[in-house]
């Protein structure tokens, strides 16, 4: 039996200190020490064997928040967790206690950045992600950001267009907003591949005119509703084949029988298309019920047979939300990474395959529980919400994993 845990962290714009990432956005020393020390002590707090990271602009910044996370927790080690010489020494609760860091001290643990590609001069930065693993990889990491073919996603013929005509237009992407950092990691006699995005915002994308500095849609004070709809419409688009394009890649891992857990930002709620995208879809109750798709006439049913293969299809290449198992097992009724204009919604997100699920009779291990770090989320509408531009303005999440059985 082996246990291990796996967590998603939004880091909120890594950068060091005096450095431009968006227009007129930096960092004091000041502030930059703040926020290294409180992201630091969130590792620390999590202590979490694979982590997820998101919104990295530089990969020396992201060492030096790793290796203060290490001094900490060597620090607290030696404060705290009795030597051999003490008979207590190997009490259970220590075990629990202590850090196990992944570098310092001779930890073993390995770090894949994935810079974003379309990064650019200060005030014009782009953010890429990171996978860290204390249980190192498999084999290189991999990165999927500009596609090798363009992507076009074409629309279904408008009734009433004839044959060759194109009424209905389609959807081209070449390039990611950012990386998808795809990693193979051993756990246990198990390698599990990982997946860790940052799917398009909500924020509007607008376009802006040859020759000008900025789209028409940016300037509030002349407020354009339809060009700023259509903003959300680009991006809305834009995080949906971001997620299908995540989708294809999962397939294919499934395909060749591997455990697999996605995490990261998906910047959409547990429910929305983008999510579903990724996670699959869910079958129907029971095909035998339904009309053929080639249906000659009204009792034309899918077979009792044919419904066993369809379930069986679907199923294999679902994913599953840690966050709804563990609604599940523990009867809680809500979960929130994020808190903006009132609204507490779940963005940040660990799916697995049913490798990993309870009801599954050949699963290699399962969920046991899912921590939530969401105490230093506050809701900018209101007055009297603190100050949080250092810390981040998502909640942490974590799956606490085995592999094997439980009982042994």
């Given amino acids: 039996m082996t246990r291990f845990t796996i967590a998603s962290f939004n ?234 394009i995540l989708r294809r890649e999962i397939i294919e891992e499934l395909g060749e029988g591997n455990p697999v857990m996605v995490l990261g930002d998906f910047n959409d709620s547990e429910h929305s298309v983008s999510s579903e995208i990724i996670s699959g879809e869910v079958p129907f109750k029971n095909y035998a019920w339904m009309l053929r798709h080639d249906a000659k006439h009204r009792s034309d049913r899918y077979t009792d047979a044919e419904n066993d293969q369809i379930q069986e299809d679907i199923d294999r290449v679902r994913l599953h939300s840690a966050e709804r198992l563990f609604v599940r097992k523990s009867a809680r009724d809500m979960v929130y990474t994020s808190a903006f204009g009132g609204v507490f919604e779940s963005i940040d997100q660990i799916y697995m395959s049913r490798h990993f699920h309870p009801d599954n009779p050949a699963k290699i291990g399962e969920m046991e529980y899912f921590s939530v770090l969401n105490d230093h989320l506050t809701d900018g509408s209101h007055p009297e919400a603190p100050y949080n531009k250092l810390a981040s303005d998502h909640g942490q999440i974590m799956a606490h994993m085995v592999i094997g059985d439980a009982q042994d």
């Fill in 11 to 244: 880091v909120k714009n890594l950068i060091g200190a005096d450095q431009e990432y968006y227009k007129y956005q930096s960092y004091t020393p000041e502030e930059y020490a703040w926020k290294e020390a409180w992201l630091a002590d969130q590792i620390l707090t999590m202590d979490a064997d694979i982590v997820g990271f998101q919104e990295i602009f530089d990969e020396p910044t992201l060492r030096a928040v790793i290796d203060e996370a290490d001094a900490m927790g060597t620090a607290a080690n030696t404060a705290n967790i009795p030597d051999a010489s003490k008979r207590y020494h190997r009490k259970a609760i220590f075990r629990k206690l202590a850090y196990t860091p992944y570098f310092g001290a001779g930890g073993t643990g390995a770090l894949a950045v994935a810079p974003n590609v379309a990064d650019g001069e200060p005030g014009q930065r782009r953010p890429g992600v990171a996978i860290l693993s204390r249980l190192g990889f498999a084999e290189p990491p991999e990165v999927l950001q500009d596609l090798p073919d363009p992507l076009d996603i074409p629309f279904s013929r408008l009734r009433g267009t004839t044959e060759g005509e194109d009424g209905a237009g389609f959807f081209r992407i070449r390039r990611l907003s950012r990386p998808i950092l795809k990693a193979r990691i051993p756990v246990g006699d198990q390698i599990v591949t990982v997946f860790n995005c940052h799917l398009k915002s909500k924020l509007g994308e607008h376009i802006t005119p040859r020759g000008a500095s900025r789209s028409p849609a940016e300037d509030l004070t002349n407020y354009d509703p339809a060009a700023r709809a259509l903003g959300s419409l680009r991006a809305a688009l834009r995080r949906m084949a971001e997620a299908w």
